[in-house]
């Protein structure tokens, strides 16, 4: 991220029926970084001769990855900073090759007692094929916070 000032949504503010969205595409390198962070080399994800003998006949992302989208929209746009994550389900419908344009979806379904927040959570490729999909909960921050995001650099991976 760079100089992006993260605002959050308070319990307040959320409405049922409010979505955001983010669009990214899956890099080889977000496969290797994920793998790295995760400690997941499932050769799946790695392993071209081997990914050719499964199912998907080529690398596939971490399931994960497109879970972690979600987390990052709750986490950085709605609610935002200050956001608890309790509880996420997720169903993993296709696989996420590299190239593929995800978009992360989330979905205000409920509010609950306790400023608590239920979303519906969807990731869908360029050709609106759902690739994974489920619910979260998380308790929404009931005061505003505006703080920068933090730019983040690889040069501590080495």
Known sequence: MSDNILNNVT???????????????????????????????NPA?????????????????????SGSLISTLLGTQLPGPGTIYLSQSLKFSRPVYVGDVVTAEIK???????????????????????????VAEVIAPTAKVSVSAPQLSLKAIA
């Open 11 to 41: 319990y307040e503010e959320i409405k049922v029926g409010q979505s955001v969205t983010l669009v990214k595409q899956l890099t080889a390198n977000d496969i290797l970084l994920f793998g790295y962070m995760s400690g997941d080399v």
């Open 108 to 134: 205000v379904t409920e509010k609950k007692e306790k400023n608590r927040v239920v979303f519906e959570c969807t990731c869908y490729k360029q050709n609106n094929e759902v690739v994974t999909s489920g």
């Open 45 to 65: 994800h790695f392993n071209h001769d081997y990914a050719k003998g499964t199912m998907f006949k080529d690398v596939i992302a971490h399931g994960m990855w």
